[in-house]
């Protein structure tokens, strides 16, 4: 992998408040990586149960379809199975309301994430963000109001959000965004995203060029214009245009 041939290297000499800032910057990124610990820990340990829960209620549904269409002609016994059945029914449903119960923190968990999540990682999975429990946006053929996601339907969205995270976090992505440009304007940059811990972008004519860093508050770039050749030289390396060296990016201190 390309990764071996990076390296990055602080600049010598910090002072004191300059350290103070990085202290600041590392904390935020360590809180991050913890917080996607966390949450991937519980999730495990949850998933096992949530995964039974779910066999469960799909052999009781099969089950009670398989009665349902075995249900005679005697009125009598008609009536007598429909009263089990919705009776196991009522059941099914109690187990569907426990399972979203037990979803809700981790989906709170998952939100608080999404300030952090580089732009390419939030965009792909905003479909999956907005089945954590909310209001789906169609409405019902009937012209009702909007349904609920099934608990069935958050469960899948949230297995498959954590795996996206994960994935980003453990690659080097590269991704065609704007920035602004240097007389003004938007300009459009390539920018190179180590998991979820730092970015580097540079524009195509070699005078825009920054870092990114993740923030509670969502990403914060930071123009750094001495740096684009380094980092053109950085993405070639990445799309394997050039061999792999050494390349010195600093480490920027806010």
Not at 147 to 174: D, G, H, Y
Not at 176 to 187: K, V
């Amino acid at each position: 992998m390309v990764l071996s041939g990076l390296l990055l290297q602080w600049p010598g000499g910090l002072r004191a408040g300059e350290v103070t800032e990085a202290e600041q910057y590392l904390r935020q990124w360590v809180q991050t990586k913890q917080l996607i610990s966390r949450t991937r820990t519980d999730w495990e340990a949850e998933r096992e149960t949530l995964q039974q829960t779910l066999a469960m209620l799909q052999s009781e549904r099969e089950a009670l379809e398989s009665e349902r269409a075995k249900v005679g002609q005697d009125r009598t016994q008609l009536a007598e199975e429909r009263r089990r059945v919705e009776e196991k029914t009522a059941d099914l449903q109690a187990a569907l309301d426990l399972l979203g119960r037990q979803l809700g923190p981790i989906e709170d968990r998952l939100r608080q994430l999404t300030p952090t999540l580089p732009e390419p990682l939030r965009r792909s999975v905003e479909p999956l963000l907005a089945r954590l429990g909310q209001k789906n946006a169609a409405a019902s053929p009937k012209g009702g109001t909007a349904e609920a996601f099934s608990p069935i339907q958050r469960l899948q969205a949230v297995v498959t959000l954590l795996n996206e995270i994960e994935k980003f976090n453990a690659t080097v992505t590269l991704n065609s965004e704007l920035r602004p440009g240097p007389e003004g304007g938007q300009i459009k940059v390539q920018v190179l995203y180590f998991g979820l811990g730092r970015a580097w972008y540079v524009g195509a004519s070699g005078q825009v060029a920054g870092v990114g860093t993740p923030g509670k508050e969502g990403w914060q770039w930071e123009s750094r214009p001495e740096l684009a050749a380094s980092i053109r030289q950085l993405i070639a390396i990445y799309e394997e245009k050039q061999p792999a060296v050494l390349v010195a990016l600093p480490v920027v201190i806010r």
